[in-house]
């Protein structure tokens, strides 16, 4: 019997039952990338790995097609909880039933509740996956999964090409989910005057302040726990020549570990030397980013502005 408390989330959509089970059943296209083994019968095994934050074992217990898939984690590691084991001999439930014109699914990951150490943030990845990724794909046929290894580690080696942008680094003695977490959180280190959404690959959301800085910013990469990149879409500084300098730019934020500890490397690629506001920006980039961000991270205590 299912307890309430089990993290759950649902999406309906206008696909029928067997395009959902058929979505549901691609997790390369929706999840991650980098799972290994099939993910498409009963009594299949496969394996997920993300970095060094987390590698699980499912195996498919139920399998309905177009109403049912339950996998059993059998085994887990965390590098970000105490009980590095958190989510095994847990289960995760897709039941999908038609409603009306519409098709429901309904995701419940049963055994992750309040009470365990991963719950905030392996519930809100869920509901990334589920309500951003997996919809996505049902209804698009392209999805947002964790790429693989091989793509995230090449998009490293591009630091050389923003070289002579803004860049600040630090490390942190918190877990990389927790510094990506953080980052999405605009408007609790960056500016209170905060519009829209920041989580997702495609969202959207601007920030104002006062009648100095105005900027819209739309989420081109977000690689859980691992980066998140911001192209400046629209811009105005009201204390430069150009006030659109900022249009066009991009804020890069790389998450990585090094000696133990997790790496923030923040960008803000275009924004050089040459350009006029990059006194003034460097500054503020510090201010929001060293003195707020940072904070945020580690205290749980930000300083936004808010006038």
């Not at 799972?35 to 987390?54: A, K, M, S």
């Not at 898939?69 to 084991?85: G, I, Q």
């Amino acid at each position: 019997m299912m307890n309430a408390q089990n993290y759950t989330a649902s999406i309906q959509v206008r696909q029928s039952p067997e395009e959902v089970f058929r979505a549901v059943t691609n997790v390369r296209g929706w999840w991650s990338e980098q799972i290994e083994g099939r993910t498409d019968g009963l009594d299949e095994t496969f394996h997920y790995h993300y970095q060094d934050v987390h590698r699980s074992r499912m195996k498919i217990v139920e399998f309905v097609p177009d109403s049912k898939v339950v996998w059993l984690v059998e085994e887990n590691y965390f590098n970000f909880t105490k009980d590095a084991s958190e989510w095994t001999g847990t289960r995760i439930s897709f039941d999908i039933s038609k409603k009306a014109d519409q098709t429901e699914l309904v995701f419940t990951h049963i055994g992750l509740v309040p009470t365990e150490e991963c719950y905030n943030i392996c519930s809100d990845s869920w509901g990334n996956y589920i309500r951003g990724s997996l919809k996505a794909l049902i209804e698009t046929g392209k999805g947002n999964p964790n790429p693989y290894q091989a793509a995230i580690d090449s998009a490293g080696k591009k630091k050389s090409e923003q070289s002579r942008s803004y860049q600040v680094s630090f490390l942190l003695d918190k877990a990389p989910a927790t510094v990506y977490r953080a980052i999405c959180e605009v408007d609790q280190w960056w500016c209170t005057h905060f519009n829209g959404a920041s989580a997702n690959t495609g969202d959207e959301f601007d920030v104002t302040f006062g009648d100095v800085h105005y900027s819209k910013h739309k989420v081109v990469e977000a690689v859980p726990f691992k980066r998140i990149i911001w192209l400046v879409t629209d811009s105005k500084l009201s204390f430069l020549k150009d006030q659109q300098e900022w249009t066009g730019t991009k804020n890069i934020f790389e998450i990585d570990t090094l000696e133990g500890k997790t790496r923030l490397t923040f960008t803000h690629q275009g924004l050089e030397p040459e350009v006029e506001c990059y006194e003034a920006c460097t500054k503020g980039w510090q201010q929001f980013i060293a003195d707020s961000l940072v904070p945020y991270i580690q205290e749980g205590k930000g300083n936004p502005f808010r006038g």
